[in-house]
């Protein structure tokens, strides 16, 4: 979605579903979906309506396959990422105080998730090339506005340099062949069919660095920059982190080609046409839920409006990664919120709207609650 130095795209959205109801066009063959039901339905893809698609394994030439090797990188991903977790869940009260005295975010949020989870990403030991490499891929592509900074070009250049790093690396892990991978490079290289190209590895690796540093991230930022501007009490994280991926899901559009012609409710979709599932507006479908607009983490108390709620997607192609970012977000959040007390000084409470939703950038002070 191109956007104008004062546009507001979530506004407009709003405005369209307030006038056209919950599904409604957008633009040419741009169909947008905020009806709970109809969403999930559009998502399980049940009824075979809509192409293959995976939000996750999409690359430069369509789909990620065979589907047997994404289930398999999904599936081991997790294990490995949650023993990560486990195994060095006693280093984050070291990395959140590097927060203090102050921080600016959210790419704080996402450098200090980066730092805990590097060495599940590349290896405790990566080489020279590969560390700065990868570091550079959050500096130059993660952080949020990261890109813009950048002419075409260079942007250019650099992905051709990161791909050849990858490509490197990854051929000499699939040569290898570890019996049990060590960090998520060798996830994708051991789940690899005997044939894929590494171009395509790299970028499903890439997929990887993105949810972890980039997604995760953010959700962290969202959480803390809601708690600090808020006028309640602190409540408990889990609340918090929920309500942050309700009111602003990261990934906050799922968009879907139709296979063939078929109505949704009052709006024709044909194929070639891109169906967007708009989480964003699913999530602040009002009856649904009570002040929708409004951040009230006490609200998932009862765990009230699940039915509405789909900030990882729905149906078999839902983020495999979903338990490990809500994981770590609430330990984080815990963490931060217990320890310290916090100011946020926010210049703008508008999101920053690409891809992926991030939060506005802050400034986060940290004091210790003993101090």
Known sequence: MALGPDSDPLAALRKLRSDHGSVFTK????????????????????DDLFREHSDFFRIRTGMFAPRSA??????????L????????????????????????????GNRLVYEHFRPALIGDAPSAALRE??????????????????????RHRFRTRVSRTLCAELAVRRARRRAEPADLLDVVALAAAEGTP???LAEVFLSCLFAVAGSVGFLLGWSIYLVGTAESEPVH??????????????????????????????VTAKPGDEVVVCSYLVHRDP???????EFRPGRWASGAGQEAFIPFGWGPHACTGAGVATTVAETLVGLIT??????????????????????PRFHLRLEPVSA
Do not use: C, M
């Open 237 to 266: 994280p889990s609340w918090v982190v929920r309500e942050a991926l309700r009111l602003w899901p990261v990934a906050w559009q799922f968009g879907r080609t139709p296979n063939r012609e078929h109505r949704l409710a009052a």
């Open 70 to 79: 994404q289930v398999e990188i999904g599936r081991t991903a997790r294990v």
């Open 133 to 154: 490499t990868v570091d550079q891929v959050v500096e130059r592509a993660v952080l949020a506005g990261a890109r813009d900074r950048w002419s075409w070009l260079a």
């Open 81 to 108: 990422l949650r023993r990560h977790i486990a195994d060095h869940a006693h280093e984050l009260p070291a990395i959140v105080a590097g927060l203090t005295p102050s921080s600016d975010w959210p790419d704080a």
């Open 27 to 46: 633009s040419r063959g741009e169909i947008y979906v905020s009806d709970p039901v109809l969403a999930k339905e559009i998502l399980a893809n049940n």
């Open 287 to 293: 009856s649904h839920w009570s002040e929708p607009d």
């Open 338 to 359: 217990s320890a310290y007390r916090l100011d946020v000084a926010a210049p703008s409470s508008r999101p920053q709207v690409s891809a992926a939703l991030a939060p």
């Open 198 to 200: 590494d171009p395509d």
